[in-house]
């Protein structure tokens, strides 16, 4: 069973800069396919970006493209978004992603997640 824990929420003004980080403790992390949703009031939660497991492609929503940087490091099994140039309309509940699809079985895992708020 994987367990995932995010950290490095908080309030920021606009324009600044946040960097969360995922943590998954599994021994086969580099199995899975990473990402970050977010859910904001009132809304659906959305995929904001995410990263496959060999290789590391990586996707954004048109919304965060060239503000927002998602990696991993398959040895300290960690998954970072950094966020930078926030804007209100980024507040929300990060959520971080474990997903992986393997011999016809389906895995996914979710974390608890951080609050972002970007406000003046």
């Known amino acids: 069973q994987m367990k995932v824990v995010e950290s490095g929420g908080g309030l920021v003004q606009p324009g600044g800069s946040l960097r969360l980080s995922c943590a998954a403790s599994?021994?086969?992390?580099?199995?899975?396919?990473m990402a970050w949703y977010r859910q904001a009031p009132g809304k659906e939660r959305e995929l904001v970006a995410g990263?496959?497991?060999?290789?590391?492609?990586?996707n954004y929503a048109d919304s965060v493209k060239g503000r927002f940087t998602i990696s991993r490091d398959n040895v300290k099994n960690i998954v970072i978004l950094q966020m930078d140039s926030l804007k209100p309309e980024d507040t929300a509940v990060y959520f971080c992603?474990?997903?992986?699809?393997?011999?016809?079985?389906?895995?996914?895992?979710w974390g608890q997640g951080t609050q972002v708020t970007v406000s003046s």
């Open positions: 990263i496959t497991n060999v290789g590391g492609r990586t």
């Open positions: 992603n474990a997903h992986r699809k393997l011999w016809g079985k389906t895995s996914d895992y």
């Open positions: 599994i021994m086969t992390f580099n199995t899975y396919d």
